[in-house]
């Protein structure tokens, strides 16, 4: 475990549907963060007055869903103040549902549509690492090739040709799904993404969309014997959560 | 008039000669309403009025038991303040009419029921019964159920974590579909279901009353037939980010201390919510329909008492606080109206702006008649069970059999259902679908696990349904003990035909004994279920029952969740070591059902202080770290069991050898079921210890084989199995994707 000197303070948004709020919560906690969930119907992020080093959209079904993801939630009184703190140049993660929710609100380009197969997945990816130089990557190493638990039925990236070559071209896409080697098949890219892409950041490089869930990922007490095999991984969201703590801590 | 009413109150469920036992206890004509509020209370979903007497024998106490039947799910302790309440139910008849929704409603009701005691939801499970998948329609019900589950269960972000397929014919028409639910709570955030005192003010909370699932309690316990899709109109459908606000506000309501009691409206609407929450109380309550919140105008006193529209609970504030409750509940935009008034009148009273519509006594209408009939075995099951077995040819071709029974529905992988669950949400999920014998859960902030199991093995109950559930409870401990947890109690889910056939009032009395004598043996009482009857599908011969099906749920507890087994081989070189005894019987085996197409012969016997001493001694070597590697032997016997520990290792992992000897024939010590059997992995330098503690307590225990290599060997009575690995597990994960027409793998 990390033990900061000085206490990380991350917020966590919650709207009425969230449901992986307080298991980023819980994760944040274990890796030393003070947290704090912040109700999507609040224009603010802060804390008994004080304001957070990094923000947190979680995973979910933020509003039902059942118009487009994230669209009702991009559109909530804290995105505001999302937005602002983005500006800012904060540090703000969506995870799942909460990628979906950047993308509605255009903090980041692209759509997250329903899977190639239709279906529900939740299971194990490979993601590989494209890039060690943003605020949510500088523990793990470019090209390394972590693991983590995907559970999404709308996560296939989605952009217009010009977007994805633009995102390319200016080293965007942060993580895309991969082979265990490191190889991208299309078996690999579980959802069939344009690219396979996994994640992508923003122009400044200080918003990060993901669809797999780094929160899942940080004790090894949790999913004993993942399907794919012993090859561990099991506390994988560390290299994603602690550095976006470590920058959290470093901008301060 | 009244003859009409007396004719017409069938449509509500009630016989003549219970609608004459409603004129005697009111002493007067009921009118339409009244009838039908009766009607829906005395169903069997609501009333148990052919399964109480019945019910009555099952163990129920205990010192782990903090809640026993009675009130919307059980709860046990598991030490250190923890509680964990459960149940199982099930929603067979809307799954058969619309498996989706039928489903999809089934897992939030049960969800309800966990929430409305206290507990937050933190795992479901599972156990589905379908017609053979080569027919289309059984395919389709299959597809939307897991869908079903998938969109409620993923949605208000509750795991789904285990459970159960089996496959056979006569699920056909009626598939089952039981749910189970847990959640967990501190002991002192325990709530009832009670309407409080005299002077409480109940409030209505959540989703608008409509039509839909008009007569649902009725419905569920009526045969399906021909007409049942005309029925559509009685399966509801499911609003889960409804749920996940009346969720959190409850859970948030009860911390601060607003509530004085509460359920969920079930099966027979704000009819049996009030009505049992009262009972509980021993009060009356003045209740005003026109209150009630509707979807469209012109809805009818008994269309608003009985519609069973999904995600609304009956609230009874703590006195003092209703403004602070309704405050509350706006913050998360719910629907809260008050409905009603406790009184000491003992008596439920509905009025429509201010006009008294039904005035019945709340103890005759939530003390149904009971029935006490003569079961009779159906001779053709008494023939089918005393089948000669004698003259089955010999065992010819082993792999293929090994390999024809992993591609069996029963035991093949899941993985193309669960895979469409999410099972990790929450982060408590240490031992996931398809890694173990049952779904291990840590609970933070302790290092207690939880553990949790759905058993039945239909055919065994058919063939012999007192020994059958007896093995349904047997196999649910062991396999709680296979990952090292002490089994605490059960609910169970009695899926059954119409009981007032001798042949099917003989399987239920027969299998509510066996699971009595099984509870009692191994120290597993039962904290509250659901009953489903009538459930038949139509054979050559005229309707008959499906199999009897009492699933079984089962939770336990682990002192240090770290110290867990699952069944994937982990090393090469590991001893297999073979706990019980090594040859099982072929009767109600699934190798005579897939291999010969029998469903005959007497089940396999059972010796519960045996089966006691077995999952004792495993349990004490997982827990004490000796042991990592365990999987129980059931259906398909020790070859699937073995088959099953290698390819639960993961891809590109090592085969296994192994002798089981020559003391009986090869399919009896291959494929032969029952007994307490386990197999472990053990470590050498742990093989002597594991070997001497099972001895030290008679149980008989022996080295069969050892981990490693490229293939899978299995030898047994001079026969032997030589299959890769890669043959297994193309086998295995072959049924299910093809079912639901997912791409192979």
């Known amino acids: 475990m990390v033990a900061y000197r000085l206490e990380m303070r991350v917020a966590v948004v919650t709207f009425p549907g969230s449901n992986c709020d307080m298991d980023a919560v819980h994760a944040l906690g274990v890796l030393g963060a003070h947290v704090w969930t912040t109700w999507y119907a609040n224009d603010t992020l802060t804390s008994a007055g004080r304001a957070p080093d990094a923000v947190v959209i979680p995973g979910g079904f933020s509003y039902g869903d059942y118009l487009r993801c994230g669209a009702l939630a991009a559109r909530s009184p804290v995105m505001g103040a999302v937005r602002a703190f983005a500006t800012a140049g904060g540090p703000v993660i969506g995870i799942c549902n909460g990628f979906q929710v950047l993308t509605e609100a255009g903090l980041l380009p692209g759509q997250l549509v329903r899977n190639a197969e239709l279906e529900f997945r939740c299971e194990d990816v490979h993601l590989r690492v494209e890039r060690s130089d943003l605020p949510f990557t500088r523990r793990a190493r470019a090209g390394q090739v972590l693991r983590l638990p995907i559970a999404h039925a709308e996560g296939r990236y989605f952009a217009d040709r010009e977007t994805v070559d633009r995102l390319r071209g200016e080293g965007r896409v942060v993580f895309r799904y991969v082979d265990a080697t490191g190889e991208q098949t299309s078996e690999a890219n579980v959802n069939g993404s344009v690219d396979a892409i996994a994640g992508v950041v923003n122009e400044r490089g200080n918003v990060l969309g993901m669809m797999p869930h780094p929160e899942r990922a940080v004790e090894a007490l949790l999913m004993d014997d993942r399907r794919s095999g012993s090859d561990g991984g099991r506390e994988d969201g560390r290299f994603i959560l602690g550095s976006l703590l470590d920058a959290a801590l470093h901008a301060r | 008039m009244t003859d009409d009413l007396r004719v017409r109150a069938a449509t509500f469920g009630l016989t003549p000669e219970e609608f004459d036992e409603v004129v005697r206890r009111l002493g007067r004509q009921p009118n339409a309403l009244e009838a039908a509020m009766f009607g829906a209370l005395w169903s069997e979903h609501c009333g148990y009025k052919n399964s109480k007497p019945l019910l009555r024998r099952l163990p129920t106490k205990g010192p782990q038991v903090i809640q026993g039947p009675g009130e919307n799910a059980g709860v046990v302790d598991i030490g250190e303040?923890?509680?964990?309440?459960?149940?199982?139910?099930?929603?067979?008849?809307?799954?058969?009419?619309?498996?989706?929704?039928?489903?999809?409603?089934?897992?939030?009701?049960?969800?309800?029921?966990?929430?409305?005691?206290?507990?937050?939801?933190?795992?479901?499970?599972?156990?589905?019964?379908?017609?053979?998948?080569?027919?289309?329609?059984?395919?389709?019900?299959?597809?939307?159920?897991?869908?079903?589950?998938?969109?409620?269960?993923?949605?208000?972000?509750?795991?789904?974590?285990?459970?159960?397929?089996?496959?056979?014919?006569?699920?056909?028409?009626?598939?089952?579909?039981?749910?189970?639910?847990?959640?967990?709570?501190?002991?002192?955030?325990?709530?009832?279901?009670?309407?409080?005192?005299?002077?409480?003010?109940?409030?209505?909370?959540?989703?608008?009353?409509?039509?839909?699932?008009?007569?649902?309690?009725?419905?569920?316990?009526?045969?399906?037939?021909?007409?049942?899709?005309?029925?559509?109109?009685?399966?509801?459908?499911?609003?889960?980010?409804?749920?996940?606000?009346?969720?959190?506000?409850?859970?948030?309501?009860?911390?601060?201390?607003?509530?004085?009691?509460?359920?969920?409206?079930?099966?027979?609407?704000?009819?049996?919510?009030?009505?049992?929450?009262?009972?509980?109380?021993?009060?009356?309550?003045?209740?005003?329909?026109?209150?009630?919140?509707?979807?469209?105008?012109?809805?009818?006193?008994?269309?608003?008492?009985?519609?069973?529209?999904?995600?609304?609970?009956?609230?009874?504030?703590?006195?003092?606080?209703?403004?602070?409750?309704?405050?509350?509940?706006?913050?998360?935009?719910?629907?809260?109206?008050?409905?009603?008034?406790?009184?000491?009148?003992?008596?439920?009273?509905?009025?429509?702006?201010?006009?008294?519509?039904?005035?019945?006594?709340?103890?005759?209408?939530?003390?149904?008649?009971?029935?006490?009939?003569?079961?009779?075995?159906?001779?053709?099951?008494?023939?089918?069970?005393?089948?000669?077995?004698?003259?089955?040819?010999?065992?010819?071709?082993?792999?293929?059999?090994?390999?024809?029974?992993?591609a069996s529905p029963t035991v093949a992988s899941k993985l193309p259902i669960y895979r469409q669950f999410d099972h990790q949400v929450m982060t408590n999920t240490v031992v996931v679908p398809g890694a173990a014998d049952a779904a291990v859960l840590r609970v933070k902030g302790s290092r207690l696990g939880v553990a949790a199991t759905?058993?039945?093995?239909?055919?065994?109950?058919?063939?012999?349904?007192?020994?059958?559930?007896?093995?349904?409870?047997?196999?649910?401990?062991?396999?709680?003990?296979?990952?090292?947890?002490?089994?605490?109690?059960?609910?169970?889910?009695?899926?059954?035909?119409?009981?007032?056939?001798?042949?099917?009032?003989?399987?239920?009395?027969?299998?509510?004994?066996?699971?009595?004598?099984?509870?009692?043996?191994?120290?597993?009482?039962?904290?509250?279920?659901?009953?489903?009857?009538?459930?038949?599908?139509?054979?050559?011969?005229?309707?008959?029952?499906?199999?009897?099906?009492?699933?079984?749920?089962?939770?336990?507890?682990?002192?240090?969740?770290?110290?867990?087994?699952?069944?994937?081989?982990?090393?090469?070189?590991?001893?297999?070591?073979?706990?019980?005894?090594?040859?099982?019987?072929?009767?109600?085996?699934?190798?005579?059902?897939?291999?010969?197409?029998?469903?005959?012969?007497?089940?396999?016997?059972?010796?519960?202080?045996?089966?006691?001493?077995?999952?004792?001694?495993?349990?004490?070597?997982?827990?004490?770290?000796l042991c990592d590697t365990a999987h129980d032997a059931s259906q398909g016997g020790l070859a699937v069991a073995l088959a099953e520990m290698v390819l639960a290792g993961g891809p590109g992992s090592a085969g296994l050898r192994a002798d089981l000897g020559a003391g009986h024939g090869a399919a009896e010590l291959l494929f032969g079921e029952g007994g307490a059997r386990v197999v472990l992995a053990v470590t050498d330098e742990n093989v002597a210890e594991a070997v001497a503690r099972c001895e030290a307590v008679g149980v008989p225990a022996a080295v069969v084989g050892r981990s490693g290599g490229e293939a899978f060997e299995l030898s047994a009575a001079g026969k032997t199995v030589k299959l890769t690995v890669a043959e297994l597990r193309t086998a295995h994960t072959g049924t299910f994707e093809r079912a639901l027409g997912a791409k192979q793998a």
Not at chain 2, 213 to 237: I, N, T
Not at chain 2, 283 to 308: C, Q
Not at chain 2, 537 to 546: F, V
Request: proline residues 6%; glycine residues 12%; contains cysteine.
């Open chain 2, 454 to 625: 759905v058993d039945c093995n239909s055919r065994y109950v058919y063939l012999d349904p007192e020994l059958g559930a007896m093995h349904a409870v047997a196999e649910a401990a062991r396999n709680l003990s296979c990952v090292g947890a002490l089994p605490l109690a059960v609910t169970d889910n009695l899926n059954f035909g119409n009981p007032t056939s001798p042949g099917v009032y003989y399987q239920l009395e027969k299998a509510v004994a066996g699971l009595a004598r099984a509870c009692v043996a191994l120290d597993t009482p039962v904290t509250g279920g659901n009953v489903s009857l009538y459930n038949e599908y139509a054979a050559p011969d005229g309707r008959r029952a499906i199999h009897p099906t009492p699933t079984v749920g089962m939770v336990g507890v682990l002192a240090d969740v770290s110290c867990h087994a699952t069944q994937g081989l982990k090393r090469v070189g590991d001893a297999l070591v073979l706990v019980g005894r090594v040859a099982g019987t072929l009767g109600a085996s699934e190798y005579l059902h897939r291999l010969h197409g029998l469903e005959a012969g007497a089940p396999p016997p059972i010796d519960l202080v045996e089966e006691a001493k077995v999952q004792a001694v495993v349990r004490g070597l997982i827990a004490d770290g």
């Open chain 2, 81 to 406: 303040g923890w509680g964990v309440a459960f149940k199982m139910e099930s929603h067979n008849h809307p799954s058969a009419v619309e498996p989706v929704q039928g489903a999809a409603t089934g897992v939030g009701g049960i969800l309800r029921d966990i929430f409305a005691m206290g507990a937050r939801p933190f795992a479901t499970l599972n156990a589905l019964r379908f017609g053979e998948l080569g027919e289309e329609r059984n395919r389709y019900l299959l597809s939307g159920v897991v869908h079903g589950i998938a969109l409620y269960g993923n949605a208000i972000g509750v795991p789904t974590v285990g459970g159960e397929v089996e496959v056979n014919a006569c699920f056909g028409e009626n598939p089952l579909v039981n749910v189970m639910a847990l959640g967990l709570l501190r002991h002192d955030e325990l709530q009832k279901g009670t309407v409080g005192a005299p002077g409480n003010r109940l409030f209505y909370v959540g989703s608008k009353t409509g039509r839909d699932g008009l007569g649902g309690a009725v419905f569920a316990s009526a045969d399906l037939s021909g007409s049942s899709s005309a029925d559509r109109p009685a399966v509801q459908v499911g609003d889960p980010f409804m749920e996940k606000l009346l969720l959190e506000a409850c859970l948030e309501a009860y911390g601060a201390g607003l509530v004085a009691g509460v359920q969920d409206m079930g099966a027979a609407g704000l009819t049996s919510s009030v009505g049992e929450m009262a009972h509980r109380a021993g009060f009356g309550v003045d209740f005003h329909v026109d209150k009630v919140p509707t979807r469209e105008a012109g809805m009818t006193p008994l269309e608003v008492m009985l519609s069973e529209s999904q995600e609304r609970m009956v609230v009874s504030a703590a006195p003092g606080k209703e403004t602070e409750l309704l405050a509350l509940l706006a913050k998360w935009e719910l629907d809260a109206v008050e409905v009603a008034t406790v009184a000491d009148h003992g008596r439920f009273k509905v009025f429509e702006r201010g006009e008294l519509k039904a005035d019945l006594p709340v103890a005759a209408l939530n003390e149904p008649p009971e029935y006490v009939r003569e079961g009779l075995e159906d001779p053709r099951i008494v023939a089918a069970r005393e089948r000669d077995l004698a003259d089955l040819p010999d065992l010819k071709d082993p792999a293929g059999a090994l390999l024809t029974l992993l």
